[in-house]
Nanobody, 125 residues
Framework: QVQLVESGGGLVQAGGSLRLSCLAS????????IAWFRQAPGKERESVAA????????YYTGSVKDRFTISRDNARNSVYLQMNSLDPEDTAVYYC??????????????????WGQGTQVTVSS
């Protein structure tokens, strides 16, 4: 079992930045790919970014490319999402999720087995 806890969300003005953190406990993260998802009210949960177990391969959804950066520190059992140039459209609850590295880097919700409780990100215009 892997327990994930997100932090770093909050209220920010458009154009601002936030850095989300995902801290894992229970098991080492070195055998898991990690992804960030988000869910806005009335919308489906969507993938934002993902990083493979070693940190050498990443994925970003089109709307966040060149604005968001995913990274990980396996020694600290942590994954981060640096979010710059935030837009009101980025407002959502952000979740980190862990999926087996044996599957390869994936962006679908069903590929991830463990989820955090989420952290709210609100971007005002």
């Amino acid at each position: 079992q892997v327990q994930l806890v997100e932090s770093g969300g909050g209220l920010v003005q458009a154009g601002g930045s936030l850095r989300l953190s995902c801290l894992a406990s229970g098991r080492t993260l070195t055998t898991y790919n990690i992804a960030w998802f988000r869910q806005a009210p009335g919308k489906e949960r969507e993938s934002v970014a993902a990083i493979n177990w070693g940190g050498l391969s990443t994925y970003y959804t089109g709307s966040v490319k060149d604005r968001f950066t995913i990274s990980r520190d396996n020694a600290r059992n942590s994954v981060y999402l640096q979010m710059n140039s935030l837009d009101p459209e980025d407002t959502a609850v952000y979740y980190c999720a862990a999926g087996s590295a044996s599957r390869g880097l994936r962006s679908a919700v069903r590929e991830y087995d463990y989820w955090g409780q989420g952290t709210q990100v609100t971007v005002s215009s």
